[in-house]
């Protein structure tokens, strides 16, 4: 059975912190990674990953995937309290027409300040 | 305007009620979909649609009924509902067919039964 597991669940760090969110997969036919931002409402779009080893940024978050581990990281520097939020992990699943989108737990953040 | 609409943001209802969601994306999209989200739980796929037929349901219950009448609509009809199927239920679409589609989520109907 497809799953997608996120650690740690929750996590509480002070502003200016370094932090790293880890994601790991047992999927078959896998596509690609996404990392998603939920805050109070619908996810917002962060990260996909479909190469090994290949690091994504986008300001202060950045993204790798590692295929042999089958699992991928998301990194937040320099924290502030507006990056506080549930970070999903989503793994897409090749299938007949398309794929289909299995999400992990959620990382729950909350940064103090 | 957001690319993923979705109406109503709340909704109450008795378990005897029928009452309907809507999705409407302005993206182009080719493939839409249903999750349920209840609290401390991944989401759950619930429905897919692709080029307006359904291509997976995951066993939800029949008291779930999607629609689709064609590639930018869809629609979720409730009826007998349970107090377990409250939840915030969203909509996402994407364009099948791209090597790593995302899927792009409107803001959810939080809805609470009765």
């Known amino acids: 059975e497809d799953k997608v597991v996120q650690s740690p669940l929750s996590l509480v760090v002070h502003e200016g912190d370094t932090v790293t969110l880890n994601c790991s997969y047992e999927?078959?036919?896998?596509?690609?990674l996404l990392w998603y931002k939920q805050e109070k409402k619908a996810p917002t779009f962060l990260f996909m990953l479909?190469?090994?080893?290949i690091e994504k940024k986008s300001g202060r978050l950045s993204s790798i995937l590692d295929k042999k581990e089958l699992s991928s990281i998301l990194n937040i520097t320099a924290t502030q309290t507006g990056d506080s939020a549930i970070y999903l992990c989503?793994?897409?699943?090749?299938?007949?027409?398309?794929?289909?989108?299995?999400f992990g737990q959620g990382t729950e953040l909350s940064v103090k300040p | 305007e957001t690319g993923v609409t979705q109406t109503p943001r709340h909704l109450v209802m008795g378990m005897t009620n029928k009452k309907s969601l809507k999705c409407e994306q302005h993206?182009?999209?080719?493939?839409m979909y249903w999750y349920k989200q209840s609290a401390k739980k991944p989401l759950e796929l619930m429905f897919v649609y692709n080029f307006k037929e359904q291509t997976e349901n995951n066993s939800v219950p029949s008291r779930f009924s999607p629609e689709c009448p064609n590639s930018s609509h869809l629609f979720l009809h409730l009826h007998t509902l349970q107090p377990e199927d409250s939840a915030l239920y969203l909509c996402?679409?994407?364009?099948?067919?791209?090597?790593?589609?995302?899927?792009?989520f409107g803001p959810g109907t939080r809805l609470l039964v009765l």
């Open positions: 996402a679409s994407s364009q099948r067919g791209l090597a790593g589609e995302t899927q792009y």
């Open positions: 989503a793994v897409e699943a090749s299938r007949n027409q398309g794929g289909k989108l299995i």
């Open positions: 993206l182009g999209h080719n493939a």
């Open positions: 479909t190469s090994s080893g």
């Open positions: 999927v078959t036919n896998f596509r690609s």
